[in-house]
């Protein structure tokens, strides 16, 4: 599957996809390590996949050896059991298996399962039949053709239909394969299992039977498992709801033999007194306490408290926030906790006053209960959301407020919306947008990050199908909202606001319908077209129907600028193919021959290059198209002097694309990372911007006009040099401040793409604007159908790629017009 983003991974810092790193994770691994749950006394064993509390539905019976020599059934078989208090539906699970300590993959045995199983209720799926036939099972609920072995393998029970590319052994499981599984059975000699060892090895007259029926669940095969003998149960068997006093398991009626497992449960304990009156033994900030981590972490403990977030239902999340209506007196201490327990295991709902029993874990730096053995609702409460105002104070952190419903009173503003498709995140800051660094002076990268807030939906779906703040319309940066309230969590290296209530944002930064006016005569325009490929699945459009979706904005964008000359970036390098389709496609719209364009007499070997078009009515080339072999410049810049049709003072259009600021193993020396916000080849750069002003006084080029995306910000060196080689930054000059930036990168906005005029041509600049219709917009609105809702695509300008587009007017001497 492609990345997201099709940014070319050459010219942007780190691909855009890569630069945030991984953004979620699996509760698995780590509730298990807090657990003490690590397959241990196995050197290749790999951490079981157990859930963070005991699993609602659970393998309760595993036999491999069907159809064998003196083997009591014909067929193999898996014995499913809910243990929970809810029913729960299969569709969309499958039973997944491997050889104990082979290289195969569980996907490479799956049988897809479906129906309902109602609390304490069995299903049995029925494998591969042996070569010597013996009894029949009973009625299976689901067959299918998986075959086990009789002594020793691994069985998954997996929250989807995909087939996992992993084994837990030689394949390890990542954590988002693993957060698939709802249960792992490693029998025998398995080198995947949970808890300390694997589950007995079994024989043609042996199963591993579940304890209790199939209630126990431990997350330890060695402690929960024994081999008994097969006895399986379908869902006509009599329910044996978890809880209340049930006999040894026994086969079903239409079972061939009628004995029960070896292994038979103990009745399960009903408590003598009501869970109500079973009271708290730790006040939550005991179990947050003063500093980051907590003083009672590994310790089960009761706790009391009133919902205030319920995120049962979204995604992993799969739990709820609970705060004490009666806090302490110490500020420095949080009041609030996340239990990690599935609408399956108690649903809640905001306002339910709850006591919670389970054990006290650090995950992802966020304090939790993880296992959940209890939540009993005891009543209904409120709690005020505390009120908290930004920038943080010099030195403080979110920490005191760690899981406690908060409201933020002051407007916030949108500074980044990169992840809203993916994973539902928006970042807001307090005192509007924020700047890179290296883009203009007074930037205080401290205090910004005291003054922000990340906003998450509360899911780790990736790519929901339905995606937050984009009704009733999509939001925008520079886009504001007043009294944001929610819970303050904390994962993956970020504290993050999860709304409990709606965010209505207020449209504060308005979409402009067309740029700025910029007088003149002539108007030339630089636009970055972020990959405008003919050639399919390479950089660009992967489709006929997304190559024209990105064809129509692109036109759009043109004929929104409706310049006379524009200077292009990252059209694909295939000779005049590109660049003239895009001409053709624009000429279509405004009317034939309109514009032109012009050919690139060194475009380099690069897959992308520069290109120029221009509109034959307004304006005349003076001489040849020139360009540089100067080895430099990885994308040679395209030189063209102009005139006004009919003559007149010229001006000498330089379009230029700079090396890019991403970092690889060939960026060394000067070209490192310097740590001074400038990124890797910076000093690259610098050469470039010599070389065009090498360019301007050999050629001896008229009013020259350097345009393009340079790949560097406002106060960066490559910028410097070419003030200091006398060109003026036009939008230094003409864009108001707030308003002078054309690229989004990490939340940071800034101007990448520029406009340089020399002296003379300086005075006769009337205008020059940036047209803010990419980087205010978020990618979901962009040409490509994988994860963009289809609702949200326009064939508008906006987002029609991710650098904006700059106008410059000139009024020029001469001519006709």
């Given at each position: 599957m492609r990345a997201l983003s099709r940014a070319c991974p050459d010219d942007h810092p780190g691909g855009h996809d890569l630069r945030r790193g991984v953004r979620r994770g699996t509760r698995a691994v780590a509730a298990l390590a807090a657990a003490g749950l690590l397959a241990a006394g196995v050197a290749v064993a790999s951490p079981a996949p157990a859930s963070a509390e005991p699993g609602a539905v659970v393998i309760s019976q595993v036999y491999g050896g069907g159809g064998n020599s003196g083997a009591p059934y014909t067929n193999d078989y898996v014995e499913l059991f809910n243990r929970s208090?809810?029913?729960?539906?299969?569709?969309?699970?499958?039973?997944?298996?491997?050889?104990?300590?082979?290289?195969?993959?569980?996907?490479?045995?799956?049988?897809?399962?479906?129906?309902?199983?109602?609390?304490?209720?069995?299903?049995?799926?029925?494998?591969?039949?042996?070569?010597?036939?013996?009894?029949?099972?009973?009625?299976?609920?689901?067959?299918?053709?998986?075959?086990?072995?009789?002594?020793?393998?691994?069985?998954?029970?997996?929250?989807?239909?995909?087939?996992?590319?992993?084994?837990?052994?030689?394949?390890?499981?990542?954590?988002?394969?693993?957060?698939?599984?709802?249960?792992?059975?490693?029998?025998?000699?398995?080198?995947?299992?949970?808890?300390?060892?694997?589950?007995?090895?079994?024989?043609?007259?042996?199963?591993?039977?579940?304890?209790?029926?199939?209630?126990?669940?431990?997350?330890?095969?060695?402690?929960?498992?024994?081999?008994?003998?097969?006895?399986?149960?379908?869902?006509?068997?009599?329910?044996?709801?978890?809880g209340a006093a049930s006999p040894s398991p026994s086969a079903s009626p239409s079972a061939s033999p009628s004995v029960s497992p070896s292994a038979s449960p103990t009745p399960s304990p009903t408590p003598s007194v009501a869970p109500c009156d079973v009271p708290a033994n730790r006040q939550i900030a005991e179990v947050q306490g003063s500093g980051d981590t907590s003083p009672l972490a590994g310790q089960t403990v009761r706790v009391e408290g009133i919902v205030t977030g319920d995120f049962q239902q979204t995604g992993q999340q799969s739990g709820f926030y609970f705060q004490d209506p009666t806090p302490d007196a110490d500020p420095a201490t949080s009041d609030g906790l996340f239990a990690f327990a599935r609408a399956s295991f108690k649903d809640v709902k905001v306002g339910d006053r709850v006591l919670v029993t389970g054990r006290v874990t650090e995950f992802n730096g966020l304090t939790e209960l993880s296992p959940v053995t209890a939540v009993d609702v005891c009543g209904t409460g409120t709690i005020k959301p505390k009120v908290y105002d930004l920038p943080r104070a010099e030195g403080?952190?979110?920490?005191?407020?760690?899981?406690?419903?908060?409201?933020?009173?002051?407007?916030?503003?949108?500074?980044?919306?990169?992840?809203?498709?993916?994973?539902?995140?928006?970042?807001?800051?307090?005192?509007?947008?924020?700047?890179?660094?290296?883009?203009?002076?007074?930037?205080?990268?401290?205090?910004?990050?005291?003054?922000?807030?990340?906003i998450d939906d509360g899911s780790n779906t990736e790519n929901p199908a339905t995606i937050p703040h984009t009704t009733p319309q999509v939001v925008r940066l520079g886009d504001t909202a007043v009294g944001i309230?929610?819970?303050?969590?904390?994962?993956?290296?970020?504290?993050?606001?999860?709304?409990?209530?709606?965010?209505?944002?207020?449209?504060?930064?308005?979409?402009?319908?067309?740029?700025?006016?910029?007088?003149?005569?002539?108007?030339?325009?630089?636009?970055?077209?972020?990959?405008?490929?003919?050639?399919?699945?390479?950089?660009?459009?992967?489709?006929?129907?997304?190559?024209?979706?990105?064809?129509?904005?692109?036109?759009?964008?043109?004929?929104?600028?409706?310049?006379?000359?524009?200077?292009?970036?990252?059209?694909?390098?295939?000779?005049?193919?590109?660049?003239?389709?895009?001409?053709?496609?624009?000429?279509?719209?405004?009317?034939?021959?309109?514009?032109?364009?012009?050919?690139?007499?060194?475009?380099?070997?690069?897959?992308?290059?520069?290109?120029?078009?221009?509109?034959?009515?307004?304006?005349?080339?003076?001489?040849?198209?020139?360009?540089?072999?100067?080895?430099?410049?990885?994308?040679?810049?395209?030189?063209?002097?102009?005139?006004?049709?009919?003559?007149?003072?010229?001006?000498?259009?330089?379009?230029?694309?700079?090396?890019?600021?991403?970092?690889?193993?060939?960026?060394?020396?000067?070209?490192?990372?310097?740590?001074?916000?400038q990124s890797c080849y910076n000093d690259e750069r610098v050469r470039q911007a010599k070389a065009v002003l090498g360019l301007i006084d050999s050629m001896d080029l008229p009013n020259p006009l350097v345009i393009g995306d340079l790949n560097a910000y406002g106060e960066e060196d490559p910028i410097h040099t070419l003030e200091k080689g006398g060109l003026t930054s036009l939008s230094k000059r003409f864009v108001p401040a707030a308003q002078r930036y054309s690229y989004l990168f990490n939340g940071l906005s800034g101007e990448l793409d520029h406009a340089m005029a020399g002296k003379q041509l300086a005075k006769r600049v009337t205008g020059a604007t940036i047209w803010h219709v990419n980087a205010d917009e978020p990618r979901i609105l962009d040409y490509n159908l994988e994860y963009n809702p289809p609702s949200l695509y326009r064939p508008d300008a906006f987002r029609s790629s991710d650098h904006d587009p700059l106008l410059i007017g000139l009024n020029l001497p001469g001519g006709k017009g």
């Open positions: 208090t809810a029913a729960i539906s299969l569709d969309g699970w499958s039973l997944q298996y491997t050889s104990a300590t082979g290289t195969g993959l569980f996907g490479s045995q799956k049988q897809d399962l479906s129906g309902s199983l109602a609390p304490g209720q069995y299903h049995l799926v029925q494998l591969s039949a042996g070569s010597t036939p013996s009894g029949a099972l009973p009625s299976p609920d689901t067959v299918g053709n998986l075959s086990l072995s009789a002594t020793a393998g691994k069985v998954a029970l997996v929250r989807s239909a995909t087939g996992l590319a992993c084994n837990g052994g030689s394949s390890p499981c990542s954590p988002e394969q693993t957060a698939q599984i709802a249960d792992l059975v490693g029998y025998g000699t398995a080198n995947y299992f949970e808890g300390t060892a694997a589950a007995p090895g079994l024989g043609n007259s042996t199963a591993a039977v579940r304890a209790g029926g199939g209630c126990a669940d431990t997350d330890d095969n060695a402690a929960d498992f024994a081999a008994g003998t097969p006895a399986p149960r379908n869902t006509a068997t009599p329910p044996a709801p978890c403080a952190t979110f920490e005191p407020y760690e899981n406690v419903l908060v409201t933020f009173p002051e407007p916030l503003t949108v500074t980044d919306h990169y992840n809203l498709g993916r994973y539902g995140e928006v970042t807001v800051a307090a005192g509007g947008r924020l700047f890179q660094r290296t883009d203009r002076s007074g930037v205080n990268p401290a205090l910004d990050a005291r003054r922000s807030l990340l309230t929610g819970v303050l969590s904390y994962g993956f290296g970020a504290y993050r606001l999860e709304p409990t209530e709606q965010i209505t944002f207020l449209r504060t930064n308005p979409r402009l319908p067309a740029p700025a006016p910029v007088g003149g005569n002539v108007r030339v325009a630089s636009l970055n077209t972020l990959n405008w490929f003919t050639t399919l699945d390479s950089r660009g459009a992967d489709t006929v129907e997304e190559q024209q979706r990105q064809l129509k904005k692109i036109v759009a964008t043109l004929k929104g600028l409706n310049a006379d000359v524009v200077g292009l970036m990252e059209v694909e390098n295939n000779g005049q193919t590109a660049v003239n389709a895009l001409v053709d496609a624009l000429n279509a719209e405004v009317g034939a021959g309109t514009y032109a364009a012009l050919t690139h007499p060194y475009p380099g070997t690069d897959l992308i290059h520069v290109a120029a078009i221009y509109k034959p009515a307004k304006v005349t080339p003076v001489g040849e198209t020139r360009s540089s072999t100067d080895p430099v410049f990885r994308r040679p810049p395209l030189i063209q002097t102009f005139r006004r049709a009919g003559g007149g003072q010229p001006f000498t259009l330089l379009v230029n694309h700079f090396k890019s600021k991403g970092c690889d193993e060939e960026a060394t020396g000067g070209d490192a990372d310097q740590g001074d916000g």
